[in-house]
C-alpha cells in the first residue's frame, strides 16, 4: 500500500467515527431535563415549557392529523426525528426541550452541562432564530409571520443566576 492509500483509508476510520458519535446523540424527553430544571431559584424551565403552547400542540391534531406525519413533524419532537434516536421521549410531550437544545443523552450529565463547550460537542445546541424557523415557516398550514423578538419574549425561561 502506498501513502496516498494509507491516508486515505485512515481518512475514512476518521470520518466513519465521527459519524458513529454524532448519531449516538438520542432524545430522552423532557421529564428527564425536569430533575435538575425545575428549581423555583433557578427559573423553573420544565413548568415554564409546560405552561407553553409547545407542550400542549399536539391536542391542536385532530383524528388522522395526529398520525399524520406532515403534521406531526412540526408539532412532536419525538415524531419529526431520525426515529433510531428516539430513546425516552414521548410523541405525546409535544414539541419539547430537544426540539431547540438538541438530543440530551449525552450532555445531561452535570458536569458536562456546567461546561458550555463540553455540552455543545456532546449535541447541546443554544438555540438562535434559524432553530425557530425549522417549524416556524410558510409550509405551516396556519403560519402567522414570525417576529423572532416578540415570539422568544412569550417562551423564554431563564435563569436569573446565571446572567
Ligand atoms: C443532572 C442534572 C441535569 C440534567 C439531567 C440536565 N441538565 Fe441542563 N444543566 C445542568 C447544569 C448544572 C447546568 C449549568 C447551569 C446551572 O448551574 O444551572 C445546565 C445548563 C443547561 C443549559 C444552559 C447551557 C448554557 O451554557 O447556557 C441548557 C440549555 C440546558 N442545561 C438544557 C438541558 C436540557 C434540554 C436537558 C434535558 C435534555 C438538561 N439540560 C438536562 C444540569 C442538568
Ligand atoms: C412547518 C411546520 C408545521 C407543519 C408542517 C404543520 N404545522 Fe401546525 N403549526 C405550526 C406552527 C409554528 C403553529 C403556530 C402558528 C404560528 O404562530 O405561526 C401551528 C399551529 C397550528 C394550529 C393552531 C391554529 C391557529 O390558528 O393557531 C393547528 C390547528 C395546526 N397547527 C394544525 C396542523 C395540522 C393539522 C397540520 C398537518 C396538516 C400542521 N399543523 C402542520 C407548525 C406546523
Ligand atoms: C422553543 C424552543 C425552546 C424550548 C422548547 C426549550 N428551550 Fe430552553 N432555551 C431556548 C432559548 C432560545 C434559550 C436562550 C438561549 C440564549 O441564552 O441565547 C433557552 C435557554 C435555556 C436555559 C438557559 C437559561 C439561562 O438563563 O441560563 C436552560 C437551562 C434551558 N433553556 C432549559 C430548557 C429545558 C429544560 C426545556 C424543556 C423543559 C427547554 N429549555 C425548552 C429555547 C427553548
Ligand atoms: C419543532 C417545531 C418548533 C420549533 C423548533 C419551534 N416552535 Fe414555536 N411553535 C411550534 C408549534 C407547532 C406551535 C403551535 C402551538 C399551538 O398553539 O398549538 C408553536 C407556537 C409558538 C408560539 C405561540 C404562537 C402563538 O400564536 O401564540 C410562540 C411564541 C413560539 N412558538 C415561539 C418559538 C420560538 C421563539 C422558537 C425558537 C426559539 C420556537 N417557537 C421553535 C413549533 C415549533
Known amino acids: ?20 458519535n454524532a448519531q449516538d446523540f438520542k432524545y430522552i424527553g423532557a421529564a ?3 430533575m435538575c430544571h425545575n428549581k423555583a431559584e433557578k427559573g423553573q424551565q420544565f413548568t415554564q415549557w409546560a405552561a407553553s403552547p409547545h407542550a ?3 391536542a391542536r391534531l385532530k383524528g388522522a392529523e395526529a398520525k399524520d406525519p406532515k403534521c406531526l413533524k412540526c408539532h412532536s419532537t419525538a415524531a419529526g426525528v431520525d426515529q433510531a ?3 425516552t421521549i414521548t410523541v405525546a410531550e409535544g414539541v419539547s426541550c430537544e426540539s431547540c437544545h438538541g438530543p440530551g443523552s449525552a450532555y445531561k450529565v452535570a458536569t458536562t452541562m ?3 463547550k463540553l ?16 417549524c416556524h415557516n410558510e409550509q405551516s398550514p396556519h403560519y402567522k409571520g414570525f417576529n423572532y423578538k416578540e415570539y422568544l419574549a412569550k417562551v423564554m425561561h431563564d435563569d436569573p443566576t446565571t446572567k
Open 1 to 20: 500500500m502506498n501513502y496516498k492509500k494509507i491516508i486515505f483509508l485512515l481518512g475514512l476510520v476518521i470520518c466513519s467515527i465521527a459519524v458513529v
Open 32 to 34: 428527564k431535563c425536569k
Open 56 to 58: 400542549k400542540t399536539m
Open 85 to 87: 434516536l428516539v430513546a
Open 114 to 116: 456546567k461546561d458550555r
Open 119 to 134: 455540552a455543545m460537542a456532546k449535541g447541546m445546541i443554544i438555540p438562535d432564530e434559524k432553530t425557530c424557523k425549522k
